[in-house]
T-cell receptor
Framework: DVKVTQSSRYLVKRTGEKVFLECVQD?????MFWYRQDPGLGLRLIYF???????EKGDIPEGYSVSREKKERFSLILESASTNQTSMYLC??????????FGSGTRLTVV | QQQVKQSPQSLIVQKGGIPIINCAYE??????FPWYQQFPGKGPALLIA?????SEKKEGRFTISFNKSAKQFSLHIMDSQPGDSATYFC????????????FGTGTRLTVIP
């Protein structure tokens, strides 16, 4: 069964901490994405990557960075966590011209 | 700016009813329109998708209707069941290498037994 695995289901961090969210896919997909999901706002794209070491900003990149050193792994970094980054974070991967496969999400709370 | 507009935000139907969720877009370059289903505590999962060369696609109890001239598409769930209670997202993508999807804001569907 193909999978996108996010390293943590729940995470609680303090304001100002550097936070790493990890995502691994086993489908050899070219594209990987990070979204955040908030009630009433749907899924908003933070960053995406279409190849190793390549990254592109999405709709809401401020306060985030990403890293893709290997094809199967895409990391989201919160440089200095703030309370307005409390959210559900979803990672997804896709082949070119195909549907997305999502991970189960990481619910991050910043206190 | 929301590239794909989805309505309603929430929907409650009786078991056996036919909930309809609507989406609209402006960008005529969109050429792939999937629907995703999300259960609580899970990530969204691809449910059904359509390309603009057809007006309707059925998979089991789920049907997408597509109106290219109106730039609208909708999801119909026949004989809805309590197990269909979930959040549904429509989406659209442009033919690019990165395959970016633009999502609607989601519809929370509740099917009452």
């Amino acid at each position: 069964d193909v999978k996108v695995t996010q390293s943590s289901r729940y995470l609680v961090k303090r304001t100002g901490e550097k936070v790493f969210l990890e995502c691994v896919q086993d489908m050899d997909h070219e594209n990987m994405f990070w979204y955040r999901q908030d009630p009433g706002l749907g899924l908003r794209l933070i960053y995406f990557s279409y190849d190793v070491k390549m990254k592109e900003k999405g709709d809401i990149p401020e306060g985030y960075s990403v890293s893709r050193e290997k094809k199967e792994r895409f990391s989201l970094i919160l440089e200095s966590a703030s309370t307005n980054q409390t959210s559900m974070y979803l990672c997804a991967s896709s082949p070119n011209r195909g549907g997305y496969t999502f991970g189960s999400g990481t619910r991050l709370t910043v206190v | 700016q929301q590239q794909v507009k989805q309505s309603p935000q929430s929907l409650i139907v009786q078991k056996g009813g036919i909930p309809i969720i609507n989406c609209a877009y402006e960008n005529t370059a969109f050429d792939y329109f999937p629907w995703y289903q999300q259960f609580p505590g899970k990530g969204p999962a691809l449910l059904i998708a359509i390309r603009p060369d057809v007006s309707e696609k059925k998979e089991g109890r789920f049907t997408i209707s597509f109106n290219k001239s109106a730039k609208q598409f909708s999801l119909h769930i026949m004989d809805s069941q309590p197990g269909d209670s979930a959040t549904y997202f429509c989406a659209a993508s442009i033919k690019t290498g990165a395959n970016n999807l633009f999502f609607g804001t989601g519809t929370r569907l509740t099917v009452i037994p």
